[in-house]
């Protein structure tokens, strides 16, 4: 059974930067797609990152630009570099298996001054 465990969520300024990682069990990590989605308060989970087995990245227009989606299949983590964070950007954010269909816990990422 595949275990993602999100950490690296907090509270930052408007303008700030945090790195979110995501951390996978499993055997087969290296093969799959892998990608981020996040949930404001009201609102629908979205999806706005992914990263497939090798390394090609997508993303959604709010973020493109600001955030990095990248991968270490040694490690098997998933990480996500966020700058120019902006209060909109406030969620909890969750990691996602796209071929195994797994979610880990997320991890809240509060943007405010």
């Known amino acids: 059974q595949v275990q993602l465990v999100e950490s690296g969520g907090g509270l930052v300024q408007p303008g700030g930067s945090l790195r979110l990682s995501c951390a996978a069990s499993?055997?087969?990590?290296?093969?799959?797609?892998m990608g981020w989605y996040r949930q404001a308060p009201g609102k629908q989970r979205e999806w706005f990152a992914n990263i497939t087995s090798i390394r090609r990245t997508t993303y959604s227009e709010s973020v493109k630009g600001r955030f990095t989606i990248s991968r270490d299949n040694a490690k098997k983590l998933v990480y996500l570099e966020m700058n120019s964070l902006k209060p909109e950007d406030t969620a909890v954010y969750y990691c996602h298996n796209a071929n195994m269909g797994y979610w880990g816990q997320g991890t809240q990422v509060t943007v405010s001054s």
């Open positions: 499993g055997s087969i990590f290296s093969i799959n797609d």
